[in-house]
T-cell receptor, first 112, second 114 residues
Framework: GDSVTQMEGPVTLSEEAFLTINCTYT??????LFWYVQYPGEGLQLLLK?????DKGSNKGFEATYRKETTSFHLEKGSVQVSDSAVYFC???????????FGPGTRLSVLP | KAGVTQTPRYLIKTRGQQVTLSCSPI?????VSWYQQTPGQGLQFLFE???????NKGNFPGRFSGRQFSNSRSEMNVSTLELGDSALYLC?????????????FGPGTRLLVL
């Protein structure tokens, strides 16, 4: 079945450091790919998405490119802030019925 | 536009009891999905409803059930609660539940089973 693999962390960075969180997936066909973020005590918020190969999703300084050839959707940010501390989830969905498959989540802590 | 709302936010039950959780989607959204989030298993899909019909179901026992009303509000029910059912239950809504749509999540209901 479909699956998503991502580095689980925790990842600890200093403010203004460069961030990469790796995400790879296994799925047939052409899934849509998403990054969601979860702040403490809250639900998930969409960070960015890409619906076809070579699409780049971007939001709030975060970027990810849908790479069909490497089945990857790595999340990057050039300069993290303390407020970016959260858990980040990579996810895919392939069909009607919104059966999202999530990765295990990566906890990011940014220190001032 | 109001976001996805879930009630109650917190719940404590004992083993063997049953529980009903409620989710109100964003106005105009007709697809509602439910997820269970635990530290050990992560986020797992429970089921999805669209126009009062269950379209998709995850790999959970029959103790987990749900329904959707004509106004798109949804409820999920867990009968004969077990300790392992302690989790954060998240509801998400989207317009029509296609694979390319964004799902908007509620804040969740945290269930503790004692």
């Amino acid at each position: 079945g479909d699956s998503v693999t991502q580095m689980e962390g925790p990842v600890t960075l200093s403010e203004e450091a460069f961030l990469t969180i790796n995400c790879t997936y296994t799925a047939t066909g052409y899934p849509s790919l998403f990054w969601y973020v979860q702040y403490p005590g809250e639900g998930l918020q969409l960070l960015l998405k890409a619906t076809k190969a070579d699409d780049k999703g971007s939001n709030k300084g975060f970027e990810a490119t849908y790479r069909k050839e490497t089945t990857s959707f790595h999340l990057e940010k050039g300069s993290v802030q303390v407020s970016d501390s959260a858990v980040y989830f990579c996810a895919l969905t392939r069909d009607y019925g919104q059966n999202f498959v999530f990765g295990p989540g990566t906890r990011l802590s940014v220190l001032p | 536009k109001a976001g996805v709302t879930q009630t109650p936010r917190y719940l404590i039950k004992t083993r063997g009891q049953q529980v009903t959780l409620s989710c109100s989607p964003i106005s105009g959204h007709r697809s509602v999905s439910w997820y269970q989030q635990t530290p050990g298993q992560g986020l797992q899909f429970l089921f999805e409803y669209f126009s009062e019909t269950q379209r998709n179901k995850g790999n959970f026992p029959g103790r987990f059930s749900g329904r959707q009303f004509s106004n798109s509000r949804s409820e999920m029910n867990v009968s004969t609660l077990e300790l392992g059912d302690s989790a954060l239950y998240l509801c998400a809504s989207s317009l029509a539940g296609t694979g390319k749509e964004t799902q908007y999540f509620g804040p969740g209901t945290r269930l503790l089973v004692l």
